[in-house]
């Protein structure tokens, strides 16, 4: 199996070889622009940039744009450069800490979530040694970050991930925060370097065995003497930041109707870039599929087709506790955001153009949420043409963690599709 470009487990993400398998089957020209309104990791942006195709990939986890930065990275020009600059950035932490001069700790500082404030002000520390080196202290958005300087905040997030493992269960999307001072890990300034040094060294050697694999089996990059570029940014997938008819293609998935907490699976990564609490709070409110639900009921809408409306009404008179209230709202609010940005994706697609969307089936309960099935009948509306569909069977869902599962149904695994459409010519 090929390594992953970013040595990076992100929980949501498709692998680099079906996007390369998709661009095969799209056969886009010399200059075509390529758009992932669900960018995640970067898998549709990193084989964009290595065939020479243009692509944008927007997201609104600022911290997803940094693990898709650190994939453009070309590895034999910085290789020479990570073990020298690792040494500085541990030296400059360190000076600072003898010195006793820490950064601000005030209450929303968001490492307290997990640590001491003392552990906290190492951290923060060793963030902004690598932000003022690599970045500049007065840039604070990812999206201006260069690869290198993703690189080492990759590292910084898989730091982060490994103190904070005591609060992690067996649900790889979510993590506990300390319930009381009491709680909160107090870590030796020496054991953060260590595990940052770790990081690197790890992540290191995941590059390094991807180009390896490269290599091993002969993947080129495309002969011709263009170049492509890639835009990455923060931006939501009902209102992109795009004029129409601009791009040439979509590979893409929206998160699953699953309700997985996208923020709180991240919090660790949104620490590291100094996303607040409330920050956080906010974020999990914009984000497709949140679990956090409007006030007010928002209507079905005949254009999402008749498969939503009878899960819809499934739903509702489901016998378990909240289903006609905050289960309706959750699932109406998504299917309603998932329709305002299939419209916003064929806004912005040229005529004639191909979208290839990832989706899966999963539960409400004992009630099959088909997605596939309302995102085709969703696609319809909108003048889409039905170009294709590869399906598979799948074991990583949540329904593998949850023991409570079995009350409902057997089954457990779930169908991964991918639907391909044309816009109208």
Request: with cysteine.
């Amino acid at each position: 199996m090929a390594p992953t470009i970013s040595g990076y487990n992100y929980y949501a993400g498709y692998s680099l070889p079906f996007v390369h398998s998709v661009f095969d089957y799209f056969q886009l020209p010399t200059g075509a622009c390529v758009l992932d309104p669900w960018n995640g990791s970067g898998a549709t942006t990193r084989v964009a940039k290595w065939r020479k195709i243009n692509s944008i990939g927007f997201d609104l986890n600022p911290a997803t744009l940094v693990i898709a930065r650190a994939g453009l990275i070309d590895w034999n020009t910085i290789v020479g450069s990570v073990q020298p600059l690792s040494e500085h950035l541990l030296e400059q932490t360190q000076q600072i800490l003898a010195q006793k001069s820490s950064s601000p700790q005030g209450s929303e500082e968001p490492f307290n979530q997990w640590f001491t404030p003392t552990t906290s002000g190492v951290l923060r520390n060793l963030e902004l040694t690598v932000r003022a080196t690599l970045v500049g202290l007065s840039s604070a958005q990812t999206t201006q970050f260069s690869p290198l300087a993703a690189f080492f905040y990759l590292a910084l997030f898989r730091m982060a991930r490994d103190l904070t493992k005591p609060f992690c269960g067996s649900n790889p999307t979510w993590i506990k925060t300390a319930i009381s001072a009491q709680d909160r890990l107090n870590i030796p300034a020496e054991d953060i370097y260590v595990t940052f040094q770790c990081a690197i060294n790890e992540l290191s050697h995941s590059f390094a065995e991807w180009d390896a694999h490269q290599a091993a089996n002969n993947v080129k990059n495309p002969k011709t003497e263009t170049s492509s570029d890639v835009r990455l940014d923060v931006a939501d997938s009902r209102y992109l930041p795009l004029p129409d008819k601009s791009v040439d293609a979509v590979i893409t998935s929206p998160p699953y109707c699953t309700r997985i907490d996208y923020v709180v699976a991240m919090l660790p990564e949104l620490a590291v870039i100094g996303v607040s609490v409330s920050e956080a709070k906010l974020l999990k409110r914009r984000l497709l599929g949140t679990n956090t639900v409007l006030s007010s009921f928002l209507p079905y809408q005949m254009t999402w087709g008749k498969a939503c409306r009878k899960l819809l009404q499934a739903i509702k008179k489901h016998p378990s506790r909240a289903s006609d209230t905050y289960y309706l709202k959750w699932a109406t609010q998504y299917f309603d955001s998932l329709y305002n940005s299939l419209r916003e994706i064929n806004r912005v697609l040229k005529p004639n153009s191909f979208c290839a969307i990832v989706v899966q089936d999963s539960h409400y309960k004992d009630v099959k949420i088909d997605l596939p099935l309302i995102v085709c009948e969703m696609a319809s509306t909108i003048k889409w043409a039905f170009a294709g569909q590869s399906s598979y069977t799948g074991k990583s869902t949540m329904a593998n963690v949850n023991p409570k599962v079995k009350i409902y149904r057997n089954r457990s695994s779930a169908e991964e599709c991918v639907l391909v459409f044309k816009t109208n010519k």
